[in-house]
């Protein structure tokens, strides 16, 4: 695991289990053995594919769902006991989950309403909630009359109404158009900042997750499968699955031929990578990982440097700023680098050195490999 838990003060998970009975007879653990702690303040994400558990987590922490076994506190006290409506965390779900037949007013005062509170703070507090989320003066309005992103807004609005100790975020912002939804990340983190509670944010969209979160919880299987800081879940991924799973990277095995406290130099079976790596031992197997756009590639009159893989061009395909080179090493092996676009034209089958830095190379000991 990259980090250990912050403050482990606030949300405090431990050995959760969680089991479901297939319609075929067969049994699924959608949480095979959790162990997790959040602070009070963070933008925590649980992230990973479809059915790795991420829904079951926030279900059993709103209060929809039950746990086979384990415990959750939430700031020293368990949750698990007391009913959904009175735990202090509010759910915002992807498909906002608004009442039709009420105004925008009512729709965000609908909790303040059911618990009594007068009139007067019910209708400061509506006002306060939805300038927060940016959308001031719309309480007379109906839901059918507002945009996707405006009813997320409110579905925002009306979940921070009654000041939870947190938040749980269901996808909240999948059904948005892509400019809109980019917008509404750098909103939902300024909210979580202005705010100061825990917003816990479920996504399989790894870039919104290294976008958003103070920290990063990789699920699979039900189980975790690293935490950490976006930084270190990009540049060190515990794992084949991370690594495949956040951002494409090119991912080589290899044998370390020589290691020294500087550096190492490792086969690639007819290739050969210098990376800083100083815990290595000669002779051990490793994977080896790096990103694309590490790769640069040498100017005409730059100097040429012993470091970098050589390569055919096999394809290069143009993404606005950057072109992404598809290519093949002479041992067989495919390679991808990412390339500002203003780079001079390429051809297919012209030969190219994919210049790295030693210490942009990734190395996980076959001894390590968690998958
Ligand atoms: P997605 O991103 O598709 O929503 P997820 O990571 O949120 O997926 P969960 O919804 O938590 O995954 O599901 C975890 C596993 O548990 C899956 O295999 C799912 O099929 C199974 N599961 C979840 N809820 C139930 C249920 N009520 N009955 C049977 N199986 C369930």
């Known amino acids: 695991m990259a980090v250990s838990d912050p403050t482990p003060d606030f949300l405090k998970i431990k050995n959760a289990f969680r089991h479901f009975a297939t319609p075929e007879g067969g049994s699924v653990r959608a949480l095979d053995g959790i162990n997790l702690n959040v602070a009070s303040n963070e933008f925590i994400t649980l992230l990973g594919p479809s059915g790795c558990g991420k829904t079951t987590l926030l279900n059993i922490i709103a209060g929809f769902e039950r746990l086979d076994s384990g415990s959750i506190l939430l700031g020293g006290s368990s949750l698990l006991e007391l009913p959904a409506h009175q735990r202090p965390v509010n759910t915002v779900f992807q498909s906002y989950a608004l009442f039709p037949h009420l105004n925008i007013g009512d729709n965000v005062g609908y ?18 909630s939805l300038e927060m989320v940016g959308l001031s003066g719309v309480e007379k309005r109906r ?5 996707g992103g405006q009813q997320q807004r409110v ?17 909240p912002l999948s059904a948005l158009d892509r400019n809109l939804r980019s917008k509404m990340q750098i909103e939902l983190k300024n ?21 958003m979160s103070d920290r990063i919880v990789v699920l699979n299987g039900g189980k975790i499968e690293q935490r950490g800081t976006p930084d270190e879940i990009y540049h060190r991924p515990a794992s084949r699955f991370v690594t495949e799973f956040i951002g494409e990277s090119n991912i080589f095995s290899g044998r370390v031929l020589e290691s020294t406290p500087e550096f190492s130099r490792i086969d690639l079976g007819g290739a050969e990578v210098i990376c800083n790596n100083p815990t290595l031992s000669a002779g051990e197997q490793v994977s080896l990982l790096i990103r694309p756009e590490h ?12 470091r970098g893989l050589n390569a055919v061009l096999e394809q290069s395909v143009f993404i606005g700023r950057d072109h992404q080179l598809h290519c093949r090493m002479g041992n067989g092996q495919e390679v991808s680098a990412l390339i500002r676009s203003s780079f001079k034209a390429l051809q297919a089958g012209q030969p190219l050195t994919l210049e790295y830095d030693p210490a942009a190379w990734h190395v996980i000991p076959e001894r390590e490999r968690v998958n």
């Open 111 to 128: 909790g303040l309403d059911v618990a009594g509170v007068a009139k007067k703070e019910r209708n400061r507090r509506v006002s306060e």
């Open 295 to 306: 790769f640069h590639l040498k100017a005409a009159d730059e100097p040429s440097s012993s």
């Open 143 to 147: 839901p059918s009359q507002l945009s």
């Open 155 to 171: 579905a925002l609005a009306r979940a921070i109404i009654n000041r939870p100790k947190m938040l749980l975020l269901d996808e």
């Open 191 to 211: 909210l979580q900042s202005e705010l100061g509670i825990c917003f816990l944010f479920v996504t399989h969209d790894q870039e919104e997750a290294l976008t």
